[in-house]
């Protein structure tokens, strides 16, 4: 979701507090942005999830709920104080919350930026229509697949005629926002590339153009289980044909003026630091919060256990300033800290904020910062 909570367009201010937190190794303002989960609520069984794959041996079955509405204004008014930018639904499917276009429409009156991050199977006219009124900022789809027949093999309960009704609902928002005139919210098509779709990646880029959405997300799969990578990860050979495939890509989106975001297959930044070692700043920026109000610090969680605290218990602000927060950022800022811990760093979804940090705080110029 790199395009979505992107610390290059926070106010200076804002960015200000940040670093002066991340130097004195203690926060001065709220995260950038919060994902707020129905934790394995989800209506799919995907293949790379490391919940509901069939690859898993032991499917999680956990208790399954939403942040109820009252801890959710709560969060939202401490979050608006704080500072957030962005509240962020994901991390599972966020429309099976009956309750999720109210808490939208809350979030806003705090000026708060949504975004939603969805499989799309659950999305249709009436709440498509909703978003579009509502001003969503942020809209990602995760199709997975450039053809109808493809996404069965990654989504395996659905069917080739799901993969043509999300994109004819895509395609509606996108007609929608011309009719209202409005550029929200903004759009993004997005794919995690395994040897079961890799030779997708062209055919998916077309969707762009054909469902009128400006920005394309590609990712390499990232393997939650061993059981995960031995079935799914891509060969050596694969990976050379993906760069083939995103070379053709790269042409596609110019031509047709499409946005991509493509950095794990050696994107256009460059860093004088390798990603192996490059400090997460994430406990600067950001919170995982559960539905049974669990808060996290990394989105690798590892159950209760992996938690700073509860919101149903003590407010956000109580946590989020507390010495096991604080502790969390000095120790676990390196990587072999937060690898022992059995978080899954450096996530390539992180990295470009975390360059983007490394690389201020490391060059002089204020000029820079700015």
């Given at each position: 979701m790199s395009y979505i909570q992107n610390i290059k367009d926070v106010d200076f201010l804002y960015k200000s507090k940040v670093l002066a937190g991340?130097?004195?190794?203690?926060?001065?303002?709220?995260?950038?942005?919060?994902?707020?989960?129905?934790?394995?609520?989800?209506?799919?069984?995907c293949i790379f999830c490391g919940a509901f794959s069939e690859f898993i041996k032991n499917e999680i079955t956990r208790p399954r709920y939403y942040v109820n509405m009252d801890v959710f204004k709560g969060l939202v008014r401490e979050l608006s104080i704080l500072g957030t930018k962005i509240a962020s639904f994901g991390d599972f499917e966020p429309f099976m919350d009956t309750q999720l276009i109210e808490k939208i429409e809350y979030a806003k009156q705090y000026n708060l930026g949504c975004s939603i991050t969805t499989n799309g199977s659950l999305i249709n006219e009436e709440n498509a229509e909703k978003i579009v009124n509502l001003k969503l900022d942020y809209l990602s789809v995760s199709i997975n697949a450039g053809k109808p027949e493809t996404y069965p093999?990654?989504?395996?309960?659905?069917?080739?005629?799901?993969?043509?009704?999300?994109?004819?609902?895509?395609?509606?928002?996108?007609?929608?926002?011309?009719?209202?005139r409005t550029s929200f919210p903004r759009t993004r098509l997005s794919m995690v590339v395994c040897n079961r779709n890799y030779h997708d990646i062209v055919k998916f880029v077309g969707l762009?153009?054909?469902?009128?959405?400006?920005?394309?997300?590609?990712?390499?799969?990232?393997?939650?289980?061993?059981?995960?990578?031995?079935?799914?990860?891509?060969?050596?050979?694969?990976e050379k044909e993906v760069k083939k495939y995103i070379a053709k890509v790269l042409n596609f989106a110019r031509k047709y003026d499409i946005n991509v975001d493509w950095a794990e297959w050696g994107g256009p930044q460059k860093t004088r630091v390798k990603k192996e070692d490059m400090p997460c700043y994430y406990g600067w920026l950001f919170s995982l919060i559960d539905g049974n109000g669990d808060v996290h610090p990394c989105c690798f969680v590892q159950g209760p256990t992996s938690a700073i605290g509860n919101i149903r218990k003590d407010k956000f602000r109580t946590l989020w300033f507390s010495k096991k927060y604080q502790n969390f950022r000095r120790k676990y800022k390196n990587i072999d800290e937060r690898r022992k811990m059995g978080y899954l760093c450096n996530h390539p979804s992180c990295f470009p904020n975390n360059q983007r940090i490394y690389e201020i705080l490391h060059r002089p110029s204020l000029g820079y910062i700015i």
């Open positions: 991340i130097l004195l190794k203690r926060a001065f303002a709220g995260p950038y942005f919060v994902v707020i989960t129905g934790r394995y609520r989800c209506n799919y069984r093999r990654i989504h395996v309960t659905e069917t080739e005629e799901t993969f043509e009704r999300i994109v004819s609902m895509i395609s509606l928002i996108e007609k929608l926002k011309e009719k209202k762009c153009r054909e469902t009128g959405v400006r920005n394309f997300f590609i990712k390499r799969m990232i393997p939650p289980s061993k059981e995960i990578a031995e079935e799914l990860a891509l060969t050596h050979e694969q």
